[in-house]
């Protein structure tokens, strides 16, 4: 009988990811990206890139193209104006969720339309399975999904249980956690997945333990084959993106 192994996890530490500050933007990178380069953090899986900016008022983006890729941003705080090439436009505000599959190309442009706050956000890109096909832009609030203390699987391969249907072989869940009057831990319970063993949990905000390790604040955390799932506990209000990837 084969072994089974434990799920192995390595830890990304907020203060310890790459930095760059171009004035109207300050960023930090999970992984290489730009003028930031490091062999040990190139990726995880499908995930590429997850930048956390801060895009200072009036500065933004200016039109640029991007293809072949799966690009999501999550409002933290402030506003994000987008336009695109596909005729797609919006202004997004705190705890929305945008998507854009680049496709066979796409140009956009990403601005704060604010002259006095500053805009807070994720920008997270996965590799599609395949390239090319139709550019595609949606939008998720998540006000109106999200349920505290409980995964909301926001985009898969398959689009299932109201999802948005992704290029990729991966599920994208976000985690709110709420104790209440109670002030007692809450835990959410990660589902068995044979075909996407693999997971990345970014916090966006908050205190958990996952698998004997504890994130707060902007940290991140790999999970390597844990097909049986796991169990987040957070001891204090907390917001997570949690990805499954094969």
Known sequence: MKAISAPKTTKRVAEERGRADHGWLQARFTFSFSGYFDPDHMGFKS?????NDTIQPGGGFPTHPHSDMEIF?????????????IGSGAVLAPGNLQYMSAGSGIEHSEFNPSQTDQTHLYQIWLHPSEPGGEPRYMEKPLADIAR???LTLLYSGDGREGSTEIRQDAEIYFGQTESGDTGADQTVTVPASTSMPHAWIQIISGDVSVLGESLSTADGLAIEDAPDGFEITASTDSKFLLFRLS
Request: charged share 30%.
């Open 73 to 85: 941003t999550y409002i933290i705080e402030g506003q994000l104006e987008h336009r695109d090439s």
């Open 148 to 150: 505290p203390n409980e």
């Open 47 to 51: 995930l590429r890139v997850m930048n």
